[in-house]
């Protein structure tokens, strides 16, 4: 079936320096990608929607030249912390959307990413 | 806005003990409903969706129907497994087919043998 990889599954790095996250479907082409994230013990948040070739669309009270979103093909949409700080270590997860729109979102297995 | 709020874990049960997870949501429209599974050290997998009113669906031994009345989307199995352990997200799709996901809190099951 459709698989979702993304890359890294755990990041630990000290605190001022930037992660990039990858999101890649590998069997489909998704032209749309989203960007969850998870704090313990609470639900899965959305931050914003990756539309291949075009801007992310970001959620309310994200922070976009912090949380910087490329989707510039097909199959890989990037997530990039920048200068990151400990209160953005968390759990990210991608999920991706096959172009024909019907067919439920698949998920990537998730980035762990400690800031220390 | 549009909202899942679902029974708070941790539920812990005996194998074969019958299951069931509340699930209640809030939405404007006609969403489309969903549990997903998060096996320990793995992603979200879909468990099941419903697509509209009365609809039921069901996998692995699951069922959840879609009650428009109660804006419920309950999940139930008649007897779980050690292996059904996991933390289940009810989640409503809003905006049709190409929208995003919203999901509840996540309700962690535990079954003993």
């Known amino acids: 079936g459709a698989v979702v990889s993304q890359h890294p599954s755990w990041v630990i790095c000290k605190s001022g320096t930037s992660v990039k996250i990858e999101c890649r479907s590998l069997?489909?082409?998704?032209?749309?990608m989203f960007w969850y994230r998870q704090f313990p013990k609470q639900s899965l948040m959305l931050m914003a929607t990756s539309n291949e070739g075009s801007k992310a669309t970001y959620e309310q009270g994200v922070e976009k030249d912090k949380f910087l979103i490329n989707h510039a093909s097909l199959t890989l949409s990037t997530l990039t912390v920048t200068s990151a700080h400990p209160e953005d270590s968390s759990f990210y997860i991608c999920?991706?959307?096959?172009?024909?729109?019907?067919?439920?979102?698949?998920f990537g297995d998730g980035t762990r990413l400690s800031i220390l | 806005g549009d909202s899942v709020t679902q029974m708070e874990g941790p539920v812990t049960l005996s194998e074969e003990a019958f299951l069931t997870i509340n699930c209640t949501y809030t939405a404007t429209g006609y969403p489309s409903l969903f549990w997903y599974v998060q096996y320990p050290g793995e992603g979200l997998q879909l468990l099941l969706k419903?697509?509209?009113?009365?609809d039921k669906g069901s996998n692995k031994g699951f069922e959840a129907t879609y009650r428009k009345e109660t804006t419920s989307f309950h999940l139930e199995k008649g007897s779980v497994q050690v292996s059904d352990s996991a933390v289940y997200f009810c989640a409503l799709r809003r905006g049709g087919s190409q929208g995003n996901l919203i999901f509840g809190k996540g309700t962690k099951l535990s079954v003993k043998p």
């Open positions: 069997d489909f082409q998704a032209t749309t």
């Open positions: 419903a697509t509209k009113a009365d």
């Open positions: 999920s991706a959307r096959d172009s024909q729109g019907s067919q439920p979102q698949h």
